[in-house]
């Protein structure tokens, strides 16, 4: 059962862990990166990283399925969570631990919005990304090559290539439609244009 219809509400089972969570050890780290200056709780916010982000990785593979998604969901809900304790924003930090959740969730959700989007751009742009890509690769590359290696991407960095490349659009912009920061998609850009890179030399070996 929810207790209430918001994305950041939690079921009654969770409650009462969070409500078990209000005097932990994250939440005394939180009350003491709220009081500090901003920045200056260093030691605490490095503690509350090492306690939150496993749990926080836990949930990203069981609802995203996959590593680097997951990795890159820690990234940004711990980064947030830190960045709100800083500022202030947060009412009670003791609530940490809710705070980190309900954000997970929501970034799930924004994540999953923002496949529909994905696969429109892959249907639309992936054979046209062969053009735009060739120069970053070597001359006179055969397409169909290229083609097959851009397939065995996984979809979230063939998007971000073909959003990158083709679409010309700035890192912020891109993490904007796919749920991403603009850092986490220049680490997506640079792993996906390395694969592709690393595939298209195997073939061309295989060939020779």
């Known amino acids: 059962m929810r207790l209430c219809a918001y994305p950041w509400c ?8 969070l409500d078990a969570a209000l ?33 926080v990785r836990r949930y ?5 399925r996959d590593d680097h998604a997951a990795d890159d969901l820690v990234q940004h809900v711990m980064a947030l969570a830190i960045e709100k304790l800083r500022s202030g924003q947060i009412d009670e930090p003791r609530r940490i631990v809710s705070f980190v959740l309900g954000s997970c969730r929501m970034t799930v ?4 919005r923002g496949e529909q989007r994905r696969d429109e751009l892959l249907q639309r742009h992936a054979h046209e990304l062969l053009l ?3 120069p970053l690769l070597a001359p006179r590359l055969d397409h169909l090559r290229v083609a097959h290696c851009l397939e065995r991407l996984p979809e979230r960095e063939r998007a971000v290539l073909i959003m ?22 220049r680490v997506i850009r640079h792993r996906g244009i390395d694969k592709l890179r690393r595939c298209v030399a195997a073939g061309l070996r295989r060939a020779a």
């Open 23 to 55: 005097d932990s050890a994250e939440a005394l780290l939180a009350q003491r990166i709220a009081g500090a200056p901003a920045g200056a709780a260093h030691d605490a916010e490095a503690q509350l990283y090492r306690l939150l982000a496993p749990r």
């Open 164 to 185: 990158s490349f083709y679409d010309e659009q700035p890192a912020d912009a891109v993490g904007r439609s796919l749920g991403l920061s603009a850092g986490n998609v």
């Open 109 to 112: 959700v924004d994540h999953r």
């Open 132 to 134: 735009v890509e060739q």
């Open 10 to 17: 939690v079921d009654a089972r969770t409650a009462a862990d």
């Open 60 to 64: 990203g593979q069981r609802h995203l």
